[in-house]
């Protein structure tokens, strides 16, 4: 499989790409396919329908989807510059999970008569989901998605979203294709014939290094998607670590609780007081709206590259531009968490990451377990429903996922995203910008902290006094517990000295008559005759 692109045929600009074409996107209801689909109606005007699959509701019509869909706030802006653009939008129904997506037969020839690029973009992104349920719908999931293109007579480009950390067992990411572990196809029988409890059994043997069943799925995904390469126009794109927008459609808007968002969330409550981490890797994230602008890219090229058997690679990644560690992203988001803190902590966000597992797990028993325990014992005494001890677990489980990539390094090559953006005309780098160098990160990281008060945890900015108020009690409340803690500690060992000091003297002496014992010669004395 080739993993040079040769230069695809001249364009005037991506919107002309996209111009009277018709599209069909899966995932469009996820945080990263709202962006895609925002994006298309924004800045490719001429673009002729973008189809949906979505999932049916009992008791909704499909029309009322589309209108639900689209009073999202992330549509604000196409609302009230270009409200025609809306009407674009049809909704198709079907489900990634059903035999052939459980689309009707006349939306099935609508499909297959009518689309030109394909955009696969649904995808189960927990890490811990079983194997059956992650091959189901993130490995069948595409061969049922391939399925449906495959028919499509005017087929231009098939966009598969996939992710850098598939071949997280390569320490350097090529844009090329890498084979999976397994035959794909093979793993989606097996996962059939199999129940659920073997398949558990043999999972670990199964990931083949991989860590975790997404990582495994979305490996197995791409090579099935490579497969069909002598059949479709297909291009692969391979984002990094993706987070909240950079500036569109909303600064800092951004959906869920996956990855660092979490973390943000847990450290900003006050629950999360240490990370296993190496605080000088790079963290390899990339904002949602340059993770989109790559993709849309990517698919103009893929429409106007003719050699239709190449796969086309391109790895999402800022790859040592505008470098950000981890003990950079901690210590920013740190600082703007004190300008912006959240409505409700249950003590002052405080922390570090810690490089030594051990050290680390010291941190977790005595600042996470122990005021978990003394916090439940205390509600179980007031007769009230104990709840730090269950978020602890869950957090602690969350951490042992996410230190997999928090503790190593890789180097994702992206020359390929790079010249893409090259051969780009300057207006169309100014719509459709993904170079990393322009993000200033402090700036980010202050609209991403408000994007998750606001459109995570609703909280309205107009709580910020309430919230910053909060957290001055927490500092001092902070302060008053560490004083009384080094004073007791002060304390006992002024108290105990002579105690203390007594057993070190009896473990020290007696460590000595010990090694007297075992290292001194004895001497043999010849028996008399």
Not at 65 to 90: G, M, P, S, W
Not at 108 to 125: D, G, K, M, Q, S
Not at 156 to 168: E, G, I, K, R
């Amino acid at each position: 499989m080739a993993s040079s692109q040769h230069p695809p045929q001249p364009y005037r600009s991506v919107a002309d790409a996209y111009a009277n074409r018709t599209l069909f996107i899966t995932g469009a209801t996820g945080f990263m396919g709202k962006v895609l689909v925002e994006k298309l109606l924004r800045d490719c005007a001429d673009v002729k329908c973008v189809y949906l699959l979505i999932r049916p509701k009992k008791g909704v019509d499909a029309v009322q989807r589309r209108d639900d869909y689209l009073r999202h706030i992330v549509f604000d802006h196409v609302r009230d510059t270009n409200k025609a653009q809306l009407e674009k939008i049809k909704l198709i129904r079907g489900d990634i999970l059903s035999d052939g997506l459980g689309i009707s037969d006349e939306d099935r020839i609508l499909l297959t008569e009518n689309v030109e690029v394909v955009f696969h973009c649904a995808a189960n992104v927990r890490f811990d989901q079983e194997l059956k349920q992650a091959v189901n719908f993130n490995t069948n999931g595409a061969l049922r998605v391939l399925g449906l293109a495959e028919q499509m007579k005017r087929l231009l480009a098939f966009l598969h979203v996939s992710t850098s950390y598939c071949q997280c067992n390569e320490e350097v990411v090529e844009e090329k294709y890498y084979p999976a572990p397994h035959n794909p196809l093979g793993i989606s029988k097996l996962t059939e014939l199999v129940s659920s409890d073997v398949l558990g059994l043999v999972t670990p043997s199964l990931l083949s290094n991989l860590p975790n069943t997404y990582a495994y799925t979305k490996a197995l995904a791409e090579d099935l998607v490579c497969s069909y390469r002598d059949r479709l126009p297909v291009a692969i794109a391979r984002p990094t670590i993706v987070v909240a927008a950079w500036k569109e459609p909303i600064p800092g808007w951004v959906e869920g609780t996956n990855g660092p968002t979490g973390l943000m969330i847990g450290a900003g409550r006050g629950v999360l007081r240490t990370m296993h981490c190496n605080a000088d890797y790079e963290a390899d994230i990339v904002p949602v709206d340059i993770t989109m602008n790559a993709i849309i890219v990517l698919g103009a090229e893929r429409i106007n590259n003719k050699n239709k058997r190449e796969v086309m690679f391109c790895n999402v990644s800022g790859a040592n531009v505008n470098t950000l560690t981890w003990g950079d992203a901690l210590e920013t988001g740190r600082k703007h968490f004190y300008d912006a803190p959240l409505c409700f902590a249950l003590w002052y966000p405080d922390g570090s990451m810690k490089s030594n597992y051990y050290y680390h797990m010291l941190c977790v028993m005595l600042f996470h377990y122990l005021p978990a325990y003394l916090i439940d014992f205390l509600l179980i005494v007031l007769r009230r429903k104990p709840f730090m001890v269950k978020i602890q677990k869950r957090i602690t489980q969350g951490l042992e996922i996410l230190q997999y990539y928090t503790t190593k390094e890789w180097v994702f090559k992206n020359d390929n995203m790079r010249t893409m953006f090259a051969r780009l005309s300057e207006e169309d780098r100014k719509k459709f910008n993904f170079d990393m160098s322009d993000v200033h990160w402090p700036t980010y990281f202050l609209n991403y902290i408000l994007g998750v008060r606001h459109y995570v945890l609703k909280e309205a900015p107009d709580t910020l006094p309430k919230a910053r108020r909060l957290l001055r009690k927490l500092y001092i409340l902070d302060k008053i517990v560490q004083i009384i803690f080094y004073t007791l500690l002060l304390w006992f060992v002024w108290s105990y000295w002579n105690v203390v000091l007594g057993s070190i003297q009896f473990v020290f002496d007696n460590g000595i008559e010990f090694a007297r014992k075992v290292f001194t010669p004895t001497r043999h004395v010849p028996a008399r005759l």
